[in-house]
């Protein structure tokens, strides 16, 4: 079982930055996890947005935020981060953190997932 909590959403103008944070409880070792980022905004699925591998040597990113949102991650203080930057308001939406025993980017291979945190970009 994981618990896993994010914080760092808020409100900001486009083209500013904003660094989410999802910490982890785990009665494993935070490092057997792939993390990943998705978000969902009013009236769409939830979708991808990024995930990084167990040590953090590999990344993977949706096409819609390479080049402006970095993943990233702490095995020692069990957290992940999503810096977002140029962030625009099609951005907008609630972001979750989530872990998966696979290296992987689909949804439905996550097992553990957090409450979500809201992301407001205004133009």
């Known amino acids: 079982q994981v618990q896993l909590v994010e914080s760092g959403g808020g409100l900001v103008q486009a083209g500013g930055s904003l660094r989410l944070s999802c910490a982890a409880s785990?009665?494993?070792?935070?490092?057997?996890?792939?993390m990943g980022w998705f978000r969902q905004a009013p009236g769409k699925e939830r979708e991808f947005v990024a995930a990084?591998?167990?040590?953090?040597?590999?990344?993977y990113y949706a096409d819609s935020v390479k080049g402006r949102f970095t993943i990233s991650r702490d095995n020692v203080k069990n957290t992940v981060y999503l810096q977002m930057d140029s962030l625009k308001p099609e951005d907008t939406a609630v972001y979750y953190c989530?872990?998966?025993?696979?290296?992987?980017?689909?949804?439905?291979?996550?097992?553990?997932w957090g409450q979500g945190t809201q992301v407001a970009v205004s133009s």
């Open positions: 989530a872990a998966s025993t696979f290296r992987t980017v689909v949804r439905g291979e996550y097992d553990y």
């Open positions: 785990s009665g494993r070792t935070f490092n057997i996890y792939t």
């Open positions: 990084i591998s167990r040590s953090g040597s590999n990344t």
